[in-house]
Structure formats: structure tokens, C-alpha cells
């Protein structure tokens, strides 16, 4: 029985893991219910409520069609920032609401004229996303939102990706291919979907410009579909045109187009995997009934928050309740924000309350409960005490715990943590967990789960700084990150008598406001040393020692300056652990800073766990980080990994901002706790707008025959926009759990993604990058690699098509590149033929990774190019005339030649 509660609180946070946004989305009666559109707090228009609701009106309508009539949008829920003055009898309290946990976001981008829907996918095939962002310019300016067609059609597209894991149909980067026929085609699905490929400055088109090599069109060359279409699909290429509504099925669908849905999704079609997702599962029959959704209106508030901090016997021992204050403090100096009210509860047996609600309004306020910290622990332990004082104190503000938060710090066991759970679920109230060490009760993550909150896990042994990691990610949800701390440093280090720690913190021009240094140690007072980047000193006297709590505090006044802080801490006693913490605010209310988010996620128990990090500035992705994830875990010292944002492995799309990589080195059952450091460096780390996974603009488009532009003032398409310079961030991502049933699987290679084939004559150049052996990790075992003139047959039948001989090459480490010359020997390939290759790896056991994305590679004499690129059906029109005219010249002749020789034949005879 014990066993079974394990495993199901153990899906249970599989299913949701770190991810901010775990979805509340229900679907019932066809419905989707419980869908949550938050405005961000730097927006302010109440134009945007009948907007949504108008929006949502439409996209209704237009799901129940692109769904054959079965799933609609039921209820929505509207969340507005408390900043907002509004009318109290039309809008309801938050409860598990909150802005970081959004299906959709409305938020103005960092950069003008960026409006383009998307949605954040970092996450595989058939896979939810985490949120849709809309900006507040594409929800009321109606010229710009006609660019997509409407916004109920945008929100569609959008949603598929958001809900059922498929992705775009168009590819920004691959705009043309060569189809089976041998001839260019557009990217697209369906292949009915009807236009012009020209060459178009405003109005004026002209022929494409035809590479030769390829046969491709280059240059400005564009695919320009014409308005009003014949065909229904596809929704997932360009919503907007006329008559789509549909998504492509197995009958319309382009399997050789080369875009995202076929590179991610093995070729299947979006409406195939849609209709095999779960959502469809219980459906039996069209829905008949209306489809008019219905709308609630909420509002957030500021944060209330209750600690409940453990103070059992066992808290006593191994200076854990001295480390509980040092994170407590930081949580109450540095993290909660001004404005919130918050509470402190301690338990043991029973509770007592160490502090009532108390207004965050200035310094001096946060100081007294810092005052208030528990700093003695004795008896047995009773969380469910603990939480019920809670509730009692957040209900002092407003009568109610509709949407405040209580962080629960618990550190053993307590068999009767459920018997509160009904009174938690009833509450509104949203807790998050903080698990010290791995004997923490099995059921604390269950309460986290429920009401929507963060769950944290610190390692339980005197050289840790995990409290402290895990109270400084615990920031407001509510999307303000102007306003809210950020830490850049997070380390720790034992060090001897007589022995300097130093280490240094990068302050990047985004940062620097409300800057604090914290340094923490075991037993005696160390000299602490800080220098800004001009070389001003700041000595220990200066800093802000607390002999109880073992905490040093240096609070640096106005921004603090860019570049490199140095930090040096002497230790002058017995050796001990010393930790070093540093927090910052944006520098510029205007200017967002560099952010970072990191999760973990384990899709069910037989899959690897796989660690996110996205890094952006404002919504905008950061390239070229260096991100590491430390990774704590039930036992032995902790692990290191690099991730990485370059598509292979566990990292879907590169050049997203999303660092990803699998972790599979588990030692035991329990808690696994993720750390992750991320830095930039000068000249190096970059910010770029985000391609692909956006609803895509009608900007041109074929009317009457002829080319029309839109008349939004759309932006074009750039490249990386600027280098970012230096920084340093540190995230904690929480942790999840792990059952001893998962620690016995054997993982199989990676899915190769990368495959390339190219054909000179008969010679065949194959490239890819080397899988591992266990996913990402080490090499494989050997290849296997099929080929076939049909790509679905050799989707759909692998190991019977013709196999490549790859019997000498010998696997290489993960993230190697490996190359593949094979000589068609006894096969002519005609000029316009067409092969597809796809490869599996083994590794030493059989174990065999997915098939790879399929290379194709065609063979064709390159045409001859004019060496001023001039047209290719000019060049042969010129060539032909030529001709044309030579032989006429020489017919000419001819006849002239002839009759001057019969003139002389005749007067001969004469």
C-alpha cells in the first residue's frame, strides 16, 4: 500500500516536474476549461478584456471546425496585475492563479514592432509548451492583428503547439526544396496550397534567379500564396488564408517539405498526431451543443506569505536551524518584495506563531522579523500544525487565503501530513516545499502539487548552501522582472585555518540596483573583502556581522558598477564551510535584465530526466552561454553537466535561449535537486530574435493575380541583433523525485537529428553527429543506416528497405561528427533521381535509438550559369536567338555561295 501511495505521489510530480506552469487546463464535455490569459504588470489597458473576449469568441468557433466539430473553448479566466483599479463586483481574487503559471501572457517585447504570437516549446514532439505570448500592441492595434488573418485564427495556431506538441508547417530558413517530380517547390502543407514562387520589390515581380548547384530559387525570392484558396489545410502553415481551416491529415499532408513538424515530428502529420493525443481519448462524437465561451475575471494581489519553518529535535543538531536562519534571513532582507505581508510560524508537535502579518515597507520592517526567526528547536514534528497556524495568520488581511503562499521548510519524517490535505485544497492557498535532505515526509511534494506551488529540495549536510538557493528563487510570480532580485552568485567552499576563498562576480549593464553580498559560516567570524571593478574597497568593518546567525551583510548604495567584482574571505579559525551570495536588481526600470529559468522533467518513468535552462534578455533569447547544471543527489557528492543550445541530444531547436541535456547517473531513490550557473562572456554570448514557432504573417500575398502588401507596418527579418557582454546568473530548479523502479532501466542512443546526404555521380556523402551510447552520453556500438527511393516506405519500414554498408566505421563519442562515403557500385543513378537515408544506433546490449530524420539527396546536371546571374530562361531564350540567327546567316550564305557558283557554271558553258 505504502509502495503504491509512493509511485502515485512520485507521476504525480513526474507529470508536472519544475515546470513553472504545470497546466490547469481541463477538458470536459469537449470543453477546454480553466484556460488562464495573464497581463503582465507593465501593461495597462482595459481595452484588453473585450479584446480577449472577442478573440476567444472567434478561436472557439474556428477549434470546433479545425477539430471536425469535436473540442471547443469552454471557460476562460482572465488575470489582471493588482496594479489595475477595477471595479471589485466584476472581478474575483486569484486563487492558484498567477501570471508565471499562464497558458498565455499578454507582455510588451523588449524591442518595437516584435509583436509575433508564439509559443515557448522546448520540449519534443507531442509535447506541451509552456506558455503563448501575445503583446498588448498585436491585441488592440487591428491592422496588425489582420497580418495573421484574425486573432481567434492566430490563437489556434498557437494553441496546437501550446496543447498538442506539433509545430510549424513553413520554414523560415528553408523556404524551397526539391520535390520527388525533381522540380523546386515551397515549403509547405498542403502541396495544394496555391501561389506564385517570384521576385517581388513591393509590386514589381520579376522571375527567380536559379541556383545552379541546387537548382533552388535564391536571393529575395519569396513563395507567394494567393489569398483565396480551394484547400482547407493547413492551419499549422498560414492560418490566415482564405478557407483554411483545417489541419493537415494523412491524405494532404508534405512529407518531403523540410520543415519543423516533419524534422521533429518523424513526418507524421499535425491532424495524426493531434487526433491520437490525449485529449481525444474520451471523445466519442462530435460536439452539437454551443460554443460560446464563458469568461471570469480575476485579479491578483500583492504577496502575502506565511513561513512555516520546522523546528523539530532534530533540527538541533549539525547547525541546521542556524542554517534555516541564514536563508530565512536572506528570503526576508533581500527577496520579498515591498508591499507583501508576511507571516512566521514555527512547529515542532504543535505550532506557535513567531510573527503575524507584517507589512513590507521599508528596511526597517524587514529586519524586525529577521528578529523573529526561530533560533532554538526541541520535540517531535507535526507539518500539518504548522500549515493550519498558517492559514489562520493569512486569513488576518482580508478574511480570506484565496492565492496567498506559504513556503514550508520540513526536514523528517510525519506520517499524518494528508490529514490536512482537503483543508490545503479549500484553501486557495499556494505552498511551496522545501525538503531538507532526503528523510523529508513522502507527502510534501503532494502539497505543492495541489495548490500550484514550487517544490525545493537542500542537501543535508553542513557543506550546502541549498536553503539559501532555494529561498532566493522563491520571487513573485507575477512576470515583474524589473522589480525583482536576481542572483548572480551562489558558492561555497570548506576552507582551512589561515586559508583566502576568493572568487569573482560579473555585474552586466542590465543589473546593479538593490545589490547585496551575503557571506554565511559555521562557526567563527571570517574577514570578508570586497573590491568594485575601480578598485574601491569595502572591508569587513563595513560590513553588517551577526555573531547569532553566522551572516554578514554588505548592501552596495545606488547601481552598483559594471564589470568585475572580486571578493576575498579569510579564514582565521578552525576549518569550516563559508558560502557566498549575491543579489541584484535591474539597473534601469525600463530595460529588462538578463534572465534565467531552469527546470527539470521526467515524461514518465521509463525516460531519462532532462534539465532546461532558458536564458533571455527581456523575451528575447541569449546565445552562446555557458550553462552548468549541478545536480545533488540522494547520495555521493554532486554531479556536473554541461548543457547546451545546439539541437542534438535533448536540446530540440538550437539558437532558442534553451540549454538542455539528459540526466540519467542515478545512485538512488529520492530527491534530485538542480542547480544551474549560467555566464556570458564578452564579445561572446549574444541576444537574438526568436525564429520559428510564431504564428506566421500573411505580409504578401497573391490577389487577383497580382502581389499585395499588407499594410501593417510588419518588421523584417533579421539576424542576431547584438552582443550581450558579460554576466553571471545563478537559478535553483528545483527537484524532483525519482522511485526505485527507475533506477534500473537501461537507456538506449539518442535520436540522431543531423542527418545529411549529399550525391556526386555515384558517390554518396553522408554526415551526422555522433549519438551516445546511453542517449547523449558516450559512444555507441555500431550503426545501422537503410536507404530508399520512397521516404515513407522507409519511415514506415526500416528494417526491410535496402541496407547502406557501414560495417568500417566505427562510432565516435557523443558530439563527434561522423562521415560515410558509399559507392553505388552496381546502380546508374538518372539525372533527377531522388534516395533517402535514415540511420539507427546500438549500443553494446541492442539497444536501439529512434530512427534519425531522413537526408535526402538528389541527382541532377548543375545548369550553366550566367556569370551576371542573369536569368536562366533569358540566358536560353539568348542562346537560342543566337543560334537561330547564325544559322540563318549561314543559310544565307549558303544559298549566296550557291547561286554565285551556278552563275559560273552557266558562263562557263558559254
Given at each position: 500500500m505504502m509502495?503504491?501511495k ?6 504525480i510530480?513526474l507529470l508536472c516536474a519544475?515546470?513553472?506552469?504545470c497546466?490547469?487546463?481541463k477538458l470536459?464535455?469537449n ?6 490569459i495573464?497581463v503582465?504588470?507593465g501593461v495597462?489597458?482595459?481595452n484588453l478584456i473585450?479584446n ?9 468557433t474556428?477549434?470546433?471546425q479545425?477539430t471536425?466539430?469535436q ?7 482572465i488575470?489582471?496585475?493588482f ?7 466584476l472581478f ?18 523588449y524591442?518595437k514592432r516584435?509583436?509575433a504570437p508564439?509559443t ?8 506541451k ?11 488592440l ?8 488573418g ?7 495556431h498557437?494553441w496546437?503547439h501550446?496543447?498538442?506538441g506539433?509545430?510549424?508547417e513553413y520554414?523560415?530558413?528553408?523556404p524551397f526544396y526539391i ?9 509547405r502543407?498542403?502541396?495544394?496550397i496555391?501561389?506564385k514562387?517570384?521576385?517581388c ?8 534567379n536559379i541556383?545552379p548547384n ?6 529575395n525570392?519569396k513563395f507567394?500564396?494567393e489569398?483565396?484558396?480551394s484547400?482547407?489545410?493547413?492551419i ?8 483554411v481551416?483545417?489541419?493537415c491529415d494523412?491524405?494532404?499532408?508534405n512529407a518531403?517539405?523540410?520543415?519543423s ?6 513526418y507524421?502529420s ?15 462524437s462530435?460536439?452539437?451543443?454551443s460554443v460560446i ?6 485579479q491578483?494581489?500583492?504577496r502575502?506569505?506565511c513561513?512555516?519553518?520546522d523546528?523539530?529535535?532534530s ?5 541546521r536551524?542556524n542554517?534555516?536562519?541564514q536563508?530565512?534571513?536572506?528570503f526576508?532582507l533581500q527577496?520579498i518584495e ?7 510560524v514555527s ?7 513567531s510573527?503575524?502579518l507584517k507589512?513590507i515597507?521599508g528596511?526597517?520592517?524587514?529586519s524586525?522579523?529577521v ?9 517531535g514534528?507535526n ?14 488581511d482580508d478574511?480570506s487565503?484565496?492565492?496567498d ?5 520540513v526536514?523528517g519524517?510525519?506520517n499524518?501530513?494528508s490529514?490536512?490535505f482537503?483543508?490545503?485544497?479549500q484553501?486557495?492557498a499556494?505552498?511551496h ?11 510534501l ?7 500550484g506551488?514550487l517544490?525545493f ?9 541549498g536553503l ?8 513573485a ?7 525583482q ?8 567552499t570548506?576552507?582551512?585555518n589561515?586559508t583566502?576563498?576568493?572568487?569573482t562576480v560579473?555585474f552586466?549593464?542590465?543589473v546593479g540596483?538593490d545589490?547585496?553580498f551575503v557571506?554565511t559560516?559555521d562557526a ?20 553588517r ?8 551583510l554588505?548592501?552596495i548604495?545606488?547601481t552598483?558598477?559594471t ?5 576575498s ?5 578552525i576549518?569550516?564551510?563559508v558560502?557566498?551570495?549575491?543579489t ?8 529588462p ?7 527539470m522533467?521526467k515524461?514518465?518513468i521509463?525516460?531519462?530526466?532532462i534539465i532546461?535552462?532558458e536564458v533571455?534578455h ?5 546565445l552562446h552561454?555557458n550553462?552548468?547544471?549541478i545536480i545533488?543527489r540522494?547520495s ?7 548543457l547546451?543550445?545546439?539541437g542534438l541530444?535533448?536540446?530540440?531547436n538550437s ?9 540519467f ?6 530527491r534530485?535537486?538542480?542547480n ?13 530574435l526568436?525564429s520559428?514557432?510564431?504564428a506566421p ?12 502588401t499588407?499594410?501593417a507596418n ?6 542576431l ?9 545563478v537559478?535553483s530548479?528545483g527537484t ?6 527507475a ?9 540522431i537529428t543531423?542527418l545529411?546526404?549529399?550525391i556526386?555521380k555515384?558517390?554518396?556523402?553522408l ?7 546511453i ?8 550503426y ?5 527511393d520512397?521516404?515513407?516506405q ?8 535496402t541496407?547502406v ?6 562510432p565516435r563519442?557523443?558530439?563527434s561528427?561522423?562521415t560515410?562515403i ?10 533527377g533521381?531522388?534516395?533517402?537515408f535514415?540511420?539507427?544506433a546500438?549500443d553494446?546490449n541492442?539497444?536501439v ?5 531522413v537526408?535526402?539527396?538528389s ?15 533569358v ?5 537560342t536567338?543566337?543560334i537561330f540567327?547564325v ?9 549566296v555561295?550557291n ?12
Amino acid at each position: 500500500m505504502m509502495l503504491q501511495k509512493t509511485l502515485a505521489l512520485v507521476l504525480i510530480s513526474l507529470l508536472c516536474a519544475f515546470i513553472t506552469n504545470c497546466s490547469g487546463v481541463k477538458l470536459v464535455n469537449n470543453g477546454y476549461r480553466d484556460i488562464v490569459i495573464a497581463v503582465n504588470p507593465g501593461v495597462f489597458d482595459e481595452n484588453l478584456i473585450e479584446n480577449i473576449k472577442e478573440m476567444m469568441h472567434e478561436a472557439s468557433t474556428y477549434l470546433h471546425q479545425a477539430t471536425k466539430q469535436q473540442l471547443y473553448f469552454s471557460e476562460i479566466k482572465i488575470l489582471v496585475p493588482f496594479t489595475w483599479t477595477v471595479n471589485s463586483s466584476l472581478f474575483q481574487r486569484s486563487t492558484t492563479q498567477s501570471y508565471a503559471k499562464a497558458d498565455v501572457i499578454i507582455a510588451a517585447p523588449y524591442l518595437k514592432r516584435r509583436d509575433a504570437p508564439y509559443t515557448l516549446q522546448p520540449r519534443g514532439c507531442g509535447e506541451k509548451g509552456h506558455y503563448i505570448h501575445f503583446t498588448p500592441n498585436f491585441m488592440l492595434n487591428d491592422t496588425l492583428a489582420s497580418a495573421y488573418g484574425s486573432r481567434g485564427q492566430a490563437f489556434v495556431h498557437e494553441w496546437a503547439h501550446l496543447q498538442w506538441g506539433v509545430f510549424d508547417e513553413y520554414d523560415d530558413l528553408t523556404p524551397f526544396y526539391i520535390n520527388s517530380d525533381g522540380t523546386a517547390d515551397a515549403t509547405r502543407c498542403s502541396k495544394e496550397i496555391r501561389g506564385k514562387i517570384a521576385d517581388c520589390t513591393g509590386t514589381s515581380c520579376t522571375p527567380c534567379n536559379i541556383d545552379p548547384n541546387t537548382r533552388l530559387p535564391k536571393g529575395n525570392c519569396k513563395f507567394f500564396p494567393e489569398m483565396d484558396q480551394s484547400t482547407s489545410s493547413s492551419i499549422m502553415y498560414v492560418q490566415g488564408l482564405t478557407n483554411v481551416d483545417n489541419f493537415c491529415d494523412d491524405k494532404t499532408h508534405n512529407a518531403e517539405a523540410p520543415n519543423s513538424q516533419n524534422r521533429i515530428c518523424n513526418y507524421r502529420s499535425t491532424w495524426d498526431m493531434i487526433s491520437k493525443s490525449e485529449d481525444f481519448i474520451n471523445i466519442s462524437s462530435p460536439y452539437t451543443g454551443s460554443v460560446i465561451p464563458t469568461f471570469t475575471l480575476l485579479q491578483a494581489k500583492h504577496r502575502v506569505v506565511c513561513l512555516v519553518l520546522d523546528v523539530s529535535a532534530s533540527m538541533g543538531l549539525e547547525n541546521r536551524i542556524n542554517k534555516l536562519q541564514q536563508a530565512a534571513k536572506v528570503f526576508l532582507l533581500q527577496i520579498i518584495e515591498d508591499g507583501s505581508h508576511v507571516g512566521i510560524v514555527s512547529f515542532h508537535s504543535g505550532a506557535s506563531t513567531s510573527s503575524k502579518l507584517k507589512l513590507i515597507d521599508g528596511d526597517n520592517a524587514r529586519s524586525e522579523l529577521v528578529q523573529l526567526l526561530p533560533a532554538a528547536a526541541s520535540g517531535g514534528r507535526n507539518v500539518c500544525s504548522g500549515v493550519t497556524s498558517a492559514l489562520e495568520i493569512l486569513r488576518a488581511d482580508d478574511n480570506s487565503t484565496s492565492g496567498d503562499e506559504i513556503i514550508l521548510v520540513v526536514l523528517g519524517e510525519d506520517n499524518g501530513t494528508s490529514s490536512c490535505f482537503a483543508e490545503v485544497e479549500q484553501s486557495g492557498a499556494i505552498i511551496h516545499t522545501i525538503a531538507i535532505g532526503q528523510n523529508a515526509t513522502e507527502e510534501l511534494e503532494q502539497l505543492s502539487i495541489m495548490t500550484g506551488g514550487l517544490q525545493f529540495a537542500a542537501a543535508d549536510n553542513l557543506d550546502s548552501s541549498g536553503l539559501i538557493d532555494a529561498f532566493s528563487a522563491l520571487v513573485a510570480t507575477n512576470g515583474d522582472i524589473n522589480h525583482q532580485p536576481i542572483q548572480l552568485e551562489s558558492s561555497g567552499t570548506r576552507i582551512a585555518n589561515g586559508t583566502w576563498m576568493n572568487g569573482t562576480v560579473v555585474f552586466d549593464k542590465t543589473v546593479g540596483n538593490d545589490t547585496m553580498f551575503v557571506v554565511t559560516w559555521d562557526a567563527q567570524t571570517p574577514t570578508v573583502i570586497v573590491r568594485n571593478p575601480s578598485g574601491k574597497t569595502y572591508n569587513h568593518d563595513e560590513f553588517r556581522i551577526n555573531q547569532t546567525d553566522h551572516t554578514a551583510l554588505l548592501k552596495i548604495q545606488g547601481t552598483a558598477q559594471t564589470g568585475n567584482w572580486i571578493y576575498s574571505i579569510l579564514n582565521l579559525g578552525i576549518e569550516q564551510f563559508v558560502t557566498t551570495s549575491v543579489t541584484s536588481q535591474a539597473a534601469d526600470a525600463e530595460i529588462p535584465p538578463v534572465n534565467v529559468n531552469a527546470y527539470m522533467n521526467k515524461k514518465d518513468i521509463m525516460s531519462p530526466i532532462i534539465i532546461y535552462v532558458e536564458v533571455t534578455h527581456g523575451f528575447l533569447p541569449v546565445l552562446h552561454a555557458n550553462v552548468t547544471a549541478i545536480i545533488e543527489r540522494p547520495s555521493g557528492p554532486p554531479i556536473e553537466q554541461k548543457l547546451y543550445d545546439d539541437g542534438l541530444g535533448a536540446d530540440v531547436n538550437s539558437d532558442d535561449g534553451i540549454y538542455s541535456k539528459y540526466f540519467f547517473i542515478l545512485n538512488a531513490a529520492g530527491r534530485y535537486s538542480v542547480n544551474v550557473h549560467v555566464q556570458g562572456e564578452e564579445g561572446i554570448a549574444r541576444v537574438a530574435l526568436r525564429s520559428g514557432g510564431h504564428a506566421p504573417t500573411i505580409s504578401q500575398y497573391r490577389k487577383n493575380g497580382n502581389i499585395q502588401t499588407h499594410s501593417a507596418n510588419l518588421p523584417n527579418k533579421e539576424g542576431l541583433v547584438a552582443q550581450l557582454g558579460g554576466f553571471q546568473r545563478v537559478k535553483s530548479g528545483g527537484t524532483i523525485l525519482v522511485p526505485s523502479e527507475a533506477l534500473d532501466i537501461d537507456f538506449r542512443p539518442c535520436k540522431i537529428t543531423d542527418l545529411q546526404a549529399t550525391i556526386v555521380k555515384n558517390i554518396i556523402k553522408l554526415e551526422w553527429t555522433a549519438p551516445g551510447g546511453i542517449y547523449d552520453q558516450g559512444k555507441a556500438s555500431h550503426y545501422e543506416m537503410r536507404m530508399s527511393d520512397n521516404l515513407l516506405q522507409l519511415r514506415d519500414n526500416f528494417f526491410n528497405v535496402t541496407l547502406v554498408n557501414l560495417t568500417t566505421l566505427k562510432p565516435r563519442s557523443f558530439g563527434s561528427r561522423e562521415t560515410a562515403i558509399i559507392v553505388l557500385e552496381h546502380r546508374e543513378l538518372q539525372n533527377g533521381a531522388t534516395l533517402y537515408f535514415a540511420v539507427r544506433a546500438y549500443d553494446e546490449n541492442q539497444r536501439v535509438s529512434e530512427m534519425s530524420n531522413v537526408a535526402k539527396a538528389s541527382v541532377f546536371v548543375p545548369l550553366i550559369e550566367h556569370p551576371n546571374d542573369v536569368n536562366i530562361s533569358v540566358i536560353v531564350s539568348i542562346v537560342t536567338i543566337a543560334i537561330f540567327i547564325v544559322c540563318l546567316i549561314i543559310l544565307i550564305t549558303n544559298c549566296v555561295l550557291n547561286s554565285v557558283s551556278q552563275k559560273r557554271i552557266l558562263a562557263d558553258e558559254d
